[in-house]
């Protein structure tokens, strides 16, 4: 029990409470924090007699009784998937029988509740956590991912008792697994992206590397310029370490300048520590160019303890975005910081399209309903004669070795053939970034859900324009055919789903 309680802590302190944009974490050392009672139980703050500091005094006589999180711990909790909830409790005090065990509920937006129990607590501050997976709450893995989009808060609780007992509650914490990727691809927006120097900065719908792009635009007082990360982007950087930081640069005009020397990243810490890396003296090409920055001491050029240091508290990261001496304007999009360890890649669907996009002519869209089971992708062919795909999220994109001997899958549905012919052709195509692809082909679905899966692995693929080694150590993107008739029809997508393959 005290190694639980030492993780806790851990936890607090590694993420930075409250101050994480990745965590959310409640230590009752000023006040409830917005916690209230559910059931008849008296619930209060105390100061003193936590774990440390103060606590959540829970006294029970009768009813049940439960903790509710606070209204700004609902959301989509995507991001803990394979997380951690922890949490402190003691039996402060029991005049008749001891209360049952206690249980964690995560309540949904529609009224579901999943629930996880344990032992009730012993008379001393006892550490008590449960991985959030579905196997923990019982449910299946495509209900309980489609739970975790939508969480309406979660309580901590327990049955009554039929003489007076008290309950202290502690250190909630709900943090991500290590790895979680941080992405903008400014499709919908800046991203709360930010100008650091003499630039305007402004969202463009249209013209980035896939939808909108961030554009800057010199203001010309003679320094140099950077894209700022936003603030949700700060805090314990810790999981990257040995990943990558991805971004595309375009530039748009360079004011008929030249190039000169100056940092191309930049990496802050919250004391004001900078750990960069230089860029090389030539202006960026006029088409959207990839750079990967490896997030090591070496790339860097500094020392493994400098660099870790700046990493455990970043307060932001500024992207070069003035390479010309002239007023100039430039562009950025897709940018991602990866960790070195790679996670499954799941879309379900269930609340919205996941940032998939259309490939060549089709319109998509998002069902809520008629999926397997939930909602799915829906593609309409535009008609113009053309094979139409369903296109990955851009935050997919990056190094695919983990995923190597592991399991591409997907369910596919023809939904109105237009009374056409099938046809065939790849049914998968996995792009790398300079165009080549790993071609997979398989019988057209039918007019009911069809699962399809692939194993990543040579055999499986034909070779267009790249060797698969070459192609999955920088995939740009996912192509899954929706079309399979001759005339104008009409498909839909659902559960695609990339698993880690054995060194992954």
């Known amino acids: 029990m005290k190694l639980i309680c030492a993780l806790s802590s851990a936890l607090l302190l590694l993420l930075g409470l409250q101050g994480s944009a990745q965590t959310l974490a409640s230590t009752f050392d000023e006040g409830d924090e917005g916690w209230y009672k559910g059931g008849g139980a008296q619930l209060s703050w105390q100061r003193y007699g936590g774990d440390p500091g103060g606590f959540l005094q829970v006294v029970i006589e009768g009813d049940g009784w439960s903790c509710q999180s606070p209204k700004s711990w609902s959301g989509d909790w995507s991001r803990y998937l394979g997380g951690v ?7 402060v005090a029991a005049e008749g029988p001891e209360p049952d065990g206690s249980s964690v509920k995560i309540a949904t937006s529609d009224g579901r509740h999943l629930s996880s129990s ?6 001393f501050w006892t550490g008590r956590e449960v991985v959030l997976n579905a196997s923990n709450f019982g449910v299946s893995e495509v209900e309980f991912r489609r739970a975790m989009r939508s969480v309406a808060g979660i309580s901590i609780g327990g049955s009554g008792t039929e003489k007076r007992s008290i309950i202290g509650l502690d250190n909630v914490v709900v943090a991500p697994p290590s790895g979680l990727d941080l992405a903008s691809d400014f499709d919908e927006g800046d ?10 900065v402004a969202w463009t719908a ?3 590397n896939g939808g909108g792009f961030l554009m800057g635009e010199d203001l010309g007082d003679g320094s140099s310029w950077y894209y700022a990360s936003p603030r949700s982007w700060s805090g314990d950087w ?18 008929r300048g030249g190039p000169y020397e100056a940092d191309l990243v930049r990496i802050i810490g919250s004391d004001g520590s900078v750990v960069s890396v230089s860029s ?10 990839r750079r990967r920055i490896a997030l090591t001491p070496a790339t860097f050029e500094t020392t493994e303890e400098a660099f870790s240091e700046v990493m455990r508290s970043v307060d932001r990261v500024v992207i070069r975005g003035e390479y010309s001496d002239r007023g100039d304007v430039e562009g950025i999009d897709n940018v991602v910081v990866t960790p070195p360890i790679a996670t499954d890649l799941v879309s379900s669907f269930d609340l919205g399209d996941e940032g998939w996009r259309e490939g060549r002519d089709v319109s998509i869209s998002w069902s809520e309903a008629g999926g397997n089971p939930g909602g799915y992708l829906l593609g309409e062919d535009l008609g113009s004669g053309q094979t139409w795909y369903y296109v990955s999220p851009s935050s997919w ?20 053939s237009g009374n056409g012919s099938s046809i065939f052709g790849d049914v998968v195509r996995i792009v790398g ?14 007019g009911f859900w069809t699962r399809r899966q692939v194993s990543l692995v040579p055999s499986s693929f034909r070779e267009v324009g790249g060797s698969f080694d070459s192609i999955m150590k920088d995939v740009s993107e996912i192509w899954i055919r929706g079309e399979y008739s001759n005339m104008r029809d009409v498909g839909g997508l659902d559960n695609v789903m990339v698993t880690l393959g054995p060194e992954g």
Request: net charge negative; with cysteine; charged share 25%.
């Open 118 to 123: 344990f032992p009730l607590p012993e008379r």
């Open 238 to 255: 810790t999981p990257y370490l040995g990943g990558f930081l991805s971004f595309d640069l375009k530039m748009i005009d360079s004011g």
């Open 191 to 200: 991203g709360e992206w930010r100008p650091e120097g003499d630039v305007s």
């Open 397 to 416: 994109a990056g190094d695919w070795t983990p995923y190597v001997g592991g399991i591409l899958s997907f369910e596919l549905k023809v939904i109105d």
């Open 85 to 91: 909830l922890s949490f402190d409790g003691r039996l």
């Open 280 to 289: 090389s003296e030539e202006l960026p090409a006029g088409a959207w160019t």
């Open 433 to 446: 970034r300079d165009g080549s692809y790993l071609s997979w082909s398989c019988d057209p679905p039918g």
């Open 206 to 208: 249209m013209g980035g």
